[in-house]
């Protein structure tokens, strides 16, 4: 019999050993993979491995509460599950398995709509906080026709990502001849996301009372336009390096629009998250969720449902030491004031959250 999953992942780098082991070559690619030279995926490290703890100590730290709001729903860690495509490649299951794992530990799930069994199932998976993400594959009366559905289902908001105008060059999979099965229903209809404009979010908001995401901001400029029409989350995010090439890293641009945003919006940010310590520093700079995109697929890809779960565990008890290290026993008491620039200590890439992997 194997041993408990609390025995045999007792850190996160034993879960990245376990998921690469597992996953073929195509998945595996696919979920790690970026665009062209991988420059954004190595900034969103580079960014988090650029920010070092201030901590202050000697402040009654003997009760954490490491416990969130999330759309005004408690939930037990400021993160999310983001949305992943194709997730039926990594899991069976694909979203109902995510779903599954989020009810179980406690976290909500942001169900893309290129993502198997759907967005009926994978409601019907599980009883978890949940938000849905549409690809625009069709015209206004298409989109008006998810946003009922997500809205019929218990989905509390609605989202459009928005760094997709264009399919990038994932090249490890080209150079792998990964050929996505899902990717020929991906592509039909590519040309209305290409189309997006503000004027289709201005439509969405004079017509739909179900609060809008826009995930894929990564300037101060569009965060403003994005504040103008009455968004309620400004998700700030490159798609985890996945989408335009030689961009910056999400958390390196994250306090500018934050500052600009204020409490207009909720800010919520993902890219390059592996780690509890990441967590704690996105909040700290002031956003209100984190979304974790790979470790998602890493957990899902270790061990299935009590893989992720088990991760969540790990990510959580990361966050509640950095918390208590800080001297700090809730979010509320973060500030900006307990971070501070510094160089990298390893050159960063997607494995440089973890160092023991070469030795497992
Ligand atoms: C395998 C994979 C598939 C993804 N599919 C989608 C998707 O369907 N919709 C979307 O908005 N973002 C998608 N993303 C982007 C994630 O939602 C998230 O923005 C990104 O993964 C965050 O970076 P991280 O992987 O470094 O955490 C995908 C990411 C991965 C890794």
Redesign the pocket.
Known sequence: MNAPLTEQFQTLQEIVAAARSNLAPGPWS????GAETETT?RR??MALDSLAFRPRVLRDVSRIDSSSLFLRQKVRLPVLL??????ES?VEGGAASAARAAAQFGVPQ?L????QPGLEQTAAAADTVRVF?L?VRGDDAWTDDWVRRAKDNGYRAF?F?V??AAYSRRERDIVGRFVKPWRAR?IEGAVFQAGLSWDQVKRYKDKHDLPLII??IATVEDAEIAVQHGVEVI?V??????QLDHGLG?TAVLPEILKAVKDKAEVWV?????RGSDVVKAIALGAKAV???????LGLGAAGVPGLVRTLELLEDEIRICLGLLGVTSYAELTPAHLVAAPPANAPD?FSAFPLLTRL
């Open positions: 696919y979920l790690i993979g995926v969103n490290r983001a949305p992943i495509g194709g997730l990594i942001m893309s709509s290129v993502c993400q690809y989202c990502t760094d997709v991906a995930k894929g998700y995010s490159n798609h985890g390096g996945r999400s993902d890219g390059g998250y592996m979304g974790l995109g790979r470790l998602t697929g997607t």
